[in-house]
């Protein structure tokens, strides 16, 4: 059953990057990117990947969605014309995923127990997280610890995606452009506002639940700090943006998202300060355990800050930039 409907997933995946390569208006584009990753969140999902469907959902199908329909507001309805190289472009992609799917033959099948991966890196995390960590989702304790440098990486890529953000839409805006901070967003539609008043407080307590449950069950703080921002800017779509920044201001999202950014870098200071080494958690307390889990909490904590100051931050200021006449 879980292949046959894994099948149909495949099926309106394909379906729907055909339509998304074929249509020429942007706006159906963007409803159709946001279908897709819809789709692929659902498929991580029947992968036992709840992890990655969750981030698929908040990032991919909401709050990516809402970016690219601010960016859409400062530009053209439809997509421009190519006239040249448009022949050389069908052939790096026909090259490109030849080469893609050629790849695939060497991987092995899905769930094999004989594959590499199963033979010796999973196993070894299987039997010593519940030693060296003791909690039992294995996920967080590679993201967090075992492969902590990586997600440190990640962590300064996300503040460097903001800054550069401000830097592109930060320049002065054309003269005689229309931009209304006090806009009302959708205050006087009743139905929007009903449903969206209902759903803010719940995405948020599902955002902190995520958080803070991330050692226990599917979570950390990547998808806490989206499902946060998601809850921000749906109170800034039915409120406005005016009193979504009254609410969070400016200098609280850019403190979100240096802030996180640096506690998870001292956290790894204070373990070589205390005799470790760099993000080797197990000295912050007198228990290793005991050590890990309040390491791997206050990295997620800067992780969840980071991601959702840098969300928020790229939201205002796409919706700041004066819309296209």
Not at 20 to 39: D, E, G, P, Q, Y
Not at 165 to 183: C, N, Q, R, T, W
Request: hydrophobic share 55%; charged share 10%; proline share 5%.
């Amino acid at each position: 059953m879980i292949i046959i409907f894994a099948l149909f997933l495949l099926s309106l995946l394909v379906i729907t990057a055909l339509a998304i390569v074929r249509t020429k208006n942007l706006f159906v584009a963007v409803m159709l990117t946001s279908i897709f990753s819809l789709l692929m969140a659902a498929n991580f999902f029947i992968l036992d990947a709840a992890d990655v469907a969750l981030t698929e959902a908040a990032v991919g199908a909401g709050i990516t969605t809402v970016i690219f329909l601010s960016a859409l507001a400062l530009t053209v309805e439809r997509e421009k014309k190519v006239r040249s190289g448009r022949r050389l472009a069908m052939v790096v992609v026909a090259i490109l995923a030849t080469i893609m799917i050629y790849a695939t033959f060497d991987k092995p099948r899905l769930g094999d127990p004989e594959a590499p991966v199963h033979q010796h890196l999973a196993p070894w995390y299987l039997e010593n997280t519940p030693v060296l960590m003791d909690f039992p989702n294995v996920v967080t304790a590679v993201l967090g610890s075992f492969r902590g440098y990586d997600t440190l990486g990640e962590v300064f890529v996300v503040f460097a995606a903001s800054i550069g953000v401000l830097f592109i839409l930060g320049v002065k805006p054309p003269e005689g452009s229309s931009y209304d901070p006090e806009a009302s967003g959708l205050r006087h539609h009743l139905i929007p506002q009903v449903v969206g008043r209902l759903l803010i407080p719940f995405i948020v307590l599902f955002g902190l639940y995520v958080q803070f449950h991330g050692e226990y069950g599917p979570g950390g703080g990547f998808q806490a700090g989206a499902l946060i921002a998601s809850g921000v800017i749906l109170y800034a779509l039915l409120e406005g943006e005016a009193a979504a920044l009254r609410a969070v201001p400016q200098s609280v999202l850019m403190g979100l998202v240096i802030g996180g950014a640096c506690l998870y870098g001292a956290v790894g200071i204070v373990c070589v300060l205390l005799g470790g080494n760099f993000l080797e958690y197990s000295v912050l307390a007198s228990d290793p355990a005991k050590g890990q889990q309040l390491g791997i909490l206050l990295i997620e904590a800067g992780v969840g800050m980071a991601v959702c100051g840098a969300l928020l931050t790229i939201f205002h200021a796409f919706a700041a930039r004066p819309m296209r006449s």
